[in-house]
């Protein structure tokens, strides 16, 4: 009968551990997902996007007025804080970033957090067909979005 003890226990165990697993990435995911929450625990995307993000921009042409646009800029943190000064590193360059998020809440964030005149937030899905822009855009930058799309195809 210990033996079956042992084993009801075990099992016990596991699904415990599970549901507390299941209950943490609840959490967690519902804190991505309000913008304060998503910006004060977003570092891990700020240190990607400050090593990356200079990377892929130091060999880039750069003209007076580029449209760029920020797919997935979320709270809008490295949209200002990263992308943006490393565009207007020349005097001559006046850029307009499009912050683009299919999130009300966080355009609504950012768009008082981190406010800018080169930087338009605006709420889009751009995966979506009907999704218009209001110019072309010269450059695109996405970082950490595609685990946020649910259907990859």
């Not at 299919?102 to 067909?129: E, G, R």
Request: aromatic share 14%; charged share 25%.
């Amino acid at each position: 009968m210990d033996f079956f003890k042992k084993l009801l226990f075990s099992n016990l165990l596991k699904k415990l551990q599970f549901l507390l697993f299941c209950h943490k990435l609840l959490i967690t995911e519902k804190k991505m997902y309000d913008p304060d929450s998503y910006d004060a625990y977003s570092e891990f995307q700020r240190r990607d996007a400050r090593e990356l993000i200079p990377y892929i921009t130091e060999n880039m042409d750069w003209r007076k007025a580029d449209n760029i646009l920020d797919f997935g800029c979320g709270s809008g943190f490295n949209t200002k804080n990263i992308l943006l000064p490393l565009v207007v590193q020349d005097e001559n360059i006046n850029p307009l970033i499009y912050g683009v998020d299919v999130s009300n809440k966080m355009i609504d964030f950012a768009s008082v957090k981190y406010a800018s005149p080169n930087i338009v937030y605006m709420q889009a899905d751009v995966l979506k067909d009907d999704c218009e822009f209001p110019c072309k855009f010269d450059k695109i930058f996405s970082f950490h979005v595609l685990h946020w799309i649910l259907d990859q195809e």
